[in-house]
C-alpha cells in the first residue's frame, strides 16, 4: 500500500513536471500572438481610417461647397433680382421666393452628413432667416401688391438690417474647413 501511495506521488510530480512547463509556453505563445494580433488590427485599422478619410475628404469638401453655392442662391439680394417677374402679385412673387428657397435647400440637405452639426444648425438658420425676412416684407403690403413692390421690400430691409446671416454662415463654413483642412 506505501509503494502504491509513492508511486502515485511521483507520477503526480511528473504531472505537474511536464504540465507547468507546458502551461508556460502555452502562455507565452499566447500572449505573443494576442500582441501581434491586436497590433494588426490598429494598423488596418488605421489604414482603413486612412483610406475612409482619403475617399471623404472630396465629398466633404463637395459639401462645403454647395452649401456655399446655396446660401449664394439664396441671399435675398441674388433671389429677388433673379425670380423677379413685372406681371406677378406679391402674393405669388413671395410663394416663388419662398418655394425657391425650400426647394435649395432640399436640393442640397443631404450635404449634412459631410458637415458638423453647428454647421448644418448654422444652414438652417439662414434658410429660416431669408424666410423670415420674405414674410417680414409681405406682411407689409396689400391685396393689390406687385411683386416688384414686395421686392423693393425685401431689398430695402436688407439694406436696413445690418445683420446679414448669410455671409455669417458663408464665413462660419470657410472657418470649419479650415479647421478641417
Given at each position: 500500500?506505501?509503494?502504491?501511495?509513492?508511486?502515485?506521488?511521483?507520477?503526480?510530480?511528473?504531472?505537474?513536471?511536464?504540465?507547468?512547463?507546458a502551461?508556460?509556453?502555452?502562455?507565452?505563445?499566447?500572449?505573443?500572438?494576442?500582441?501581434?494580433?491586436?497590433?494588426?488590427?490598429?494598423?488596418?485599422?488605421?489604414?482603413?481610417?486612412?483610406?475612409?478619410?482619403?475617399?471623404?475628404?472630396?465629398?466633404?469638401?463637395?459639401a462645403?461647397?454647395?452649401?456655399s453655392?446655396f446660401?449664394?442662391?439664396?441671399?435675398?439680394?441674388?433671389?429677388?433680382?433673379?425670380?423677379?417677374?413685372?406681371?406677378?402679385?406679391?402674393t405669388?412673387?413671395?410663394?416663388?421666393?419662398?418655394?425657391?428657397?425650400?426647394e435649395?435647400?432640399?436640393?442640397?440637405?443631404?450635404?449634412?452628413?459631410?458637415?458638423?452639426?453647428?454647421?448644418?444648425?448654422?444652414?438652417?438658420?439662414?434658410?429660416?432667416?431669408?424666410?423670415?425676412?420674405?414674410?417680414?416684407?409681405?406682411?407689409?403690403?396689400?391685396?393689390?401688391?406687385?411683386?416688384?413692390?414686395?421686392?423693393?421690400?425685401?431689398?430695402?430691409?436688407?439694406?436696413?438690417?445690418?445683420?446679414?446671416?448669410?455671409?455669417?454662415a458663408?464665413?462660419?463654413?470657410?472657418?470649419?474647413?479650415?479647421?478641417?483642412?
Amino acid at each position: 500500500m506505501v509503494l502504491l501511495q509513492s508511486d502515485s506521488w511521483v507520477l503526480f510530480l511528473d504531472l505537474i513536471r511536464y504540465t507547468i512547463p507546458a502551461l508556460v509556453v502555452f502562455l507565452v505563445v499566447y500572449l505573443t500572438l494576442k500582441k501581434l494580433l491586436d497590433e494588426d488590427y490598429k494598423r488596418k485599422k488605421l489604414e482603413l481610417d486612412t483610406k475612409r478619410s482619403v475617399e471623404l475628404t472630396p465629398m466633404k469638401l463637395q459639401a462645403y461647397e454647395r452649401l456655399s453655392i446655396f446660401l449664394e442662391r439664396i441671399r435675398l439680394d441674388n433671389l429677388v433680382m433673379r425670380l423677379a417677374e413685372p406681371q406677378l402679385t406679391a402674393t405669388e412673387f413671395k410663394h416663388r421666393l419662398v418655394s425657391t428657397v425650400n426647394e435649395e435647400f432640399n436640393h442640397n440637405v443631404s450635404q449634412q452628413i459631410y458637415i458638423s452639426d453647428q454647421a448644418w444648425v448654422i444652414v438652417k438658420a439662414a434658410r429660416e432667416d431669408i424666410i423670415n425676412r420674405i414674410e417680414r416684407a409681405y406682411k407689409d403690403m396689400s391685396e393689390f401688391s406687385k411683386g416688384t413692390d414686395l421686392g423693393k421690400a425685401v431689398l430695402s430691409g436688407v439694406m436696413e438690417n445690418k445683420k446679414d446671416v448669410v455671409s455669417s454662415a458663408i464665413l462660419f463654413l470657410k472657418k470649419e474647413i479650415d479647421l478641417v483642412f
